[in-house]
T-cell receptor, first 110, second 116 residues
Framework: DQQVKQNSPSLSVQEGRISILNCDYT??????FLWYKKYPAEGPTFLIS?????DKNEDGRFTVFLNKSAKHLSLHIVPSQPGDSAVYFC?????????FGAGTRLTVKP | KAGVTQTPRYLIKTRGQQVTLSCSPI?????VSWYQQTPGQGLQFLFE???????NKGNFPGRFSGRQFSNSRSEMNVSTLELGDSALYLC???????????????FGPGTRLTVL
């Protein structure tokens, strides 16, 4: 059961522009959301997170937005850099449970 | 502090064989979770071990099993391998004391298993 969905398998943007990665979830029990970044031959690394009591969290070039009523979150990267090219996974957690999306491959072109 | 290590990094097996993968967590971390990553499916949760006990389990068949040792190192075993078991197997460690341990996971580089 896909409780966390990333409907775009890939995304390509120009260097310097904004990258927007989307994620939808179905389980209203999820109350903490995370984004991970994965390079080839490496494990996922934590990028940014947001609690359900917030609707926005910002860390440098990365901002995560949460719309609880729509059960939707998004990751904005501004400005995008070639080094951001990777697979991005969103994850949602509740007590003793965490689910991941299928990932979105972001390519940032110079 | 050393990160999460997984051995071996690559493995090729044939159908019907069994395989054991190993994961050493970050020092002091007591929780180890295992995930299977396949294209289009993302990371699928296999199970979590905390203090040598399985604390949580995903929806995988009984061919997939694991254990954790007193030093928190964990092994995952897959018996009677099938072609569909070809995947990247990731383990993640966390301090693990609370049910919110998933929010503090650090992943290893994974073991790429190919079943022929």
């Amino acid at each position: 059961d896909q409780q966390v969905k990333q409907n775009s398998p890939s995304l390509s943007v120009q260097e310097g522009r904004i990258s927007i990665l989307n994620c939808d979830y179905t389980n209203s029990m999820f109350d903490y959301f995370l984004w991970y970044k994965k390079y080839p031959a490496e494990g996922p690394t934590f990028l940014i997170s947001i609690s359900s009591i917030k609707d926005k969290n910002e860390d440098g070039r990365f901002t995560v937005f949460l719309n609880k009523s729509a059960k939707h979150l998004s990751l904005h990267i501004v400005p995008s850099q070639p080094g951001d090219s990777a697979v991005y996974f969103c994850a949602a957690s509740a007590h003793n449970d965490m689910r991941f999306g299928a990932g979105t491959r972001l390519t940032v072109k110079p | 502090k050393a990160g999460v290590t997984q051995t071996p990094r690559y493995l090729i097996k044939t159908r019907g064989q069994q395989v054991t993968l190993s994961c050493s967590p970050i020092s002091g971390h007591r929780s180890v979770s295992w995930y299977q990553q396949t294209p289009g499916q993302g990371l699928q949760f296999l199970f979590e071990y905390f203090s040598e006990t399985q604390r949580n389990k995903g929806n995988f068949p009984g061919r997939f099993s694991g254990r954790q040792f007193s030093n928190s190192r964990s092994e995952m075993n897959v018996s009677t391998l099938e072609l569909g078991d070809s995947a990247l197997y990731l383990c993640a460690s966390s301090p693990g004391a609370s049910g919110r341990s998933y929010n503090e996971q650090f992943f290893g580089p994974g073991t790429r298993l190919t079943v022929l």
